[in-house]
């Protein structure tokens, strides 16, 4: 079965052709001055996805996320305010632990998304010295000049600069011109290294043979990847943000400084829209964490996963009140329709199975691999086998899709709604066990007074 992706670089679906073992897979990571939003959490699910579909597809493969705790500038070019040093100012605290809490805040909401980890974290502040090296080989190459800020790439010397973006060069220059830079060359040219100009010692800067400074924004991740997955230099990914300016520039200086092809596939994902058209970014300050949401919501932070699911990763999705409710409501249909399966699992249906595989190797469609999960549940296929081909499933969906009965623990509040009902009705204060029930139907609950007291169920 061929799994096809669609590459960025020539804007079709192609068929997967891996370059050796295992496969290398990089996938930009987070910039740790702030939380994840919800947002950066679709293209962190969808990077997952594709890493489980090349898994599901017998592939072994070596995932390399990097982590942005150097102090990079707010904005898309190379000028404004240190993100890392705001992020410390705003909090109290130092860089570097601005950057661990919020490396363990984005890990805890991989974890709560079923999101597996990559094989390789990488610190762009433990690798300054490859990024200096790999600096020192475009210098060495005449790729770069020195201005009173730092040392830049001169895209004008790199050919096919625009191969990623399909962009005319003049539409790339629009683009960069946001920020002004009188000393560059070109709009386009990029940091490579910024000189500290600000008079007083950074809490992150190091030596160069430059001068005192830190890295530019783009160049960690060449040099990661290359020292990570040389050799493997399979498939890159990210958001459709990532386009026209880091990742065109990470190959433009990769390539100018190995004079070999960087990375073979560029697999991009769309946004996460607040309402129809809004991106969700920090800039435009319309930003949800994952915490925020399900806690608002009261769902299952997996009904996020499933929501991912149900578009297509190259469609935008919007975010809308209520959506990640019925995300909820239909997992939880799922995972109910498993409590009568066995857990004793038969063979995999082999029809079925085919069918799940034609979706997801098409491009990650998971839309209709969720159609036919659904499918699969509804069939008439014996209860040991539908139980094995939904587990095999799951493998890819990471949905936890635990087979057998699912008690569910009450939050707190609901438990002690349910225990101040109960000592009204013990009372026979009639009017505050009403009010009690009220509450917790408000909140999504139905009461049920049985004999032995009350059952209470969640509503879907
Ligand atoms: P950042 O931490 O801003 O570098 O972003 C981390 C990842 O999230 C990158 O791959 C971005 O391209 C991606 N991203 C940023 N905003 C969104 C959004 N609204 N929807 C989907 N992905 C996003
Ligand atoms: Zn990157």
Same mark, same amino acid.
């Given at each position: 079965?061929?799994?096809?992706?669609?590459?960025?670089?020539?804007?079709?679906?192609?068929?997967?052709?891996?370059?050796?073992?295992?496969?290398?897979?990089?996938?930009?990571?987070?910039?740790?001055?702030?939380?994840?939003?919800?947002?950066?959490?679709?293209?962190?699910?969808?990077?997952?996805?594709?890493?489980?579909?090349?898994?599901?597809?017998?592939?072994?493969?070596?995932?390399?996320?990097?982590?942005?705790?150097?102090?990079?500038?707010?904005?898309?070019?190379?000028?404004?305010?240190?993100?890392?040093?705001?992020?410390?100012?705003?909090?109290?605290?130092?860089?570097?632990?601005?950057?661990?809490?919020?490396?363990?805040?984005?890990?805890?909401?991989?974890?709560?998304?079923?999101?597996?980890?990559?094989?390789?974290?990488?610190?762009?502040?433990?690798?300054?010295?490859?990024?200096?090296?790999?600096?020192?080989?475009?210098?060495?190459?005449?790729?770069?000049?020195?201005?009173?800020?730092?040392?830049?790439?001169?895209?004008?010397?790199?050919?096919?600069?625009?191969?990623?973006?399909?962009?005319?060069?003049?539409?790339?220059?629009?683009?960069?011109?946001?920020?002004?830079?009188?000393?560059?060359?070109?709009?386009?040219?990029?940091?490579?290294?910024?000189?500290?100009?600000?008079?007083?010692?950074?809490?992150?800067?190091?030596?160069?043979?430059?001068?005192?400074?830190?890295?530019?924004?783009? /160049?960690?991740? &060449?040099?990661? $990847? #290359?020292?990570?997955?040389? =050799?493997?230099? !399979?498939?890159? %990914?990210? @958001?459709?943000?990532?386009?026209?300016?880091?990742?065109?520039?990470?190959?433009?200086?990769?390539?100018?400084?190995?004079?070999?092809?960087?990375?073979?596939?560029?697999?991009?994902?769309?946004?996460?829209?607040?309402?129809?058209?809004?991106?969700?970014?920090?800039?435009?300050?319309?930003?949800?964490?994952?915490?925020?949401?399900?806690?608002?919501?009261?769902?299952?932070?997996?009904?996020?996963?499933?929501?991912?699911?149900?578009?297509?990763?190259?469609?935008?999705?919007?975010?809308?009140?209520?959506?990640?409710?019925?995300?909820?409501?239909?997992?939880?249909? /799922?995972?109910? &329709?498993?409590? $009568? #399966?066995?857990?004793?699992? =038969?063979?995999? !249906?082999?029809? %079925?199975? @085919?069918?799940?595989?034609?979706?997801?190797?098409?491009?990650?469609?998971?839309?209709?691999?969720?159609?036919?999960?659904?499918?699969?549940?509804?069939?008439?296929?014996?209860?040991?086998?539908?139980?094995?081909?939904?587990?095999?499933?799951?493998?890819?969906?990471?949905?936890?899709?635990?087979?057998?009965?699912?008690?569910?623990?009450?939050?707190?509040?609901?438990?002690?709604?349910?225990?101040?009902?109960?000592?009204?009705?013990?009372?026979?204060?009639?009017?505050?066990?009403?009010?009690?029930?009220?509450?917790?139907?408000?909140?999504?609950?139905?009461?049920?007074?049985?004999?032995?007291?009350?059952?209470?169920?969640?509503?879907?």
């Amino acid at each position: 079965m061929t799994l096809s992706l669609y590459n960025t670089l020539s804007r079709s679906k192609e068929k997967f052709v891996p370059i050796g073992t295992p496969v290398g897979l990089y996938t930009c990571g987070p910039t740790v001055y702030h939380y994840a939003h919800i947002g950066n959490l679709r293209t962190y699910v969808f990077e997952d996805l594709l890493k489980r579909v090349l898994l599901y597809n017998g592939y072994i493969v070596r995932q390399v996320m990097n982590v942005t705790d150097v102090g990079h500038l707010v904005g898309d070019g190379d000028m404004g305010e240190d993100k890392m040093e705001k992020g410390a100012a705003r909090e109290g605290k130092t860089a570097w632990e601005i950057a661990d809490y919020y490396l363990s805040a984005f890990k805890k909401d991989l974890h709560l998304l079923n999101i597996n980890e990559p094989d390789v974290w990488c610190k762009a502040t433990d690798y300054i010295q490859e990024q200096i090296d790999l600096i020192k080989e475009l210098e060495a190459k005449g790729f770069t000049y020195v201005t009173s800020d730092g040392v830049y790439f001169d895209t004008e010397k790199f050919p096919n600069y625009n191969k990623l973006s399909h962009l005319k060069l003049e539409e790339l220059k629009e683009g960069a011109r946001i920020e002004k830079n009188s000393e560059k060359k070109n709009p386009t040219d990029f940091a490579l290294w910024k000189f500290n100009t600000t008079g007083e010692k950074r809490q992150m800067e190091w030596e160069s043979p430059w001068g005192a400074g830190f890295p530019g924004w783009h /160049i960690e991740c &060449s040099a990661m $990847s #290359l020292h990570f997955l040389k =050799g493997h230099l !399979d498939i890159h %990914c990210g @958001a459709v943000d990532h386009i026209n300016i880091h990742h065109t520039n990470e190959i433009a200086q990769s390539e100018a400084a190995t004079g070999e092809k960087f990375f073979n596939y560029w697999i991009h994902g769309a946004f996460l829209n607040v309402g129809d058209d809004e991106k969700m970014s920090k800039s435009v300050g319309n930003i949800l964490t994952l915490e925020l949401v399900t806690g608002e919501e009261r769902v299952d932070p997996l009904a996020f996963r499933y929501a991912c699911l149900l578009t297509h990763y190259r469609k935008p999705m919007s975010y809308k009140a209520g959506m990640l409710q019925q995300a909820d409501a239909a997992l939880k249909n /799922i995972r109910r &329709s498993l409590e $009568s #399966l066995p857990h004793e699992i =038969g063979k995999v !249906d082999e029809a %079925c199975e @085919a069918e799940f595989l034609a979706a997801i190797n098409d491009d990650l469609n998971m839309p209709q691999a969720v159609a036919v999960l659904q499918s699969v549940l509804k069939s008439t296929l014996a209860d040991d086998v539908k139980a094995a081909t939904i587990q095999r499933f799951d493998e890819v969906l990471g949905l936890n899709l635990t087979l057998g009965k699912i008690t569910e623990e009450l939050p707190e509040e609901i438990r002690q709604l349910a225990a101040e009902r109960e000592r009204a009705r013990a009372d026979r204060d009639w009017a505050t066990s009403d009010a009690s029930r009220e509450q917790l139907e408000k909140l999504g609950y139905s009461v049920e007074d049985v004999a032995e007291g009350m059952k209470i169920r969640r509503n879907f």
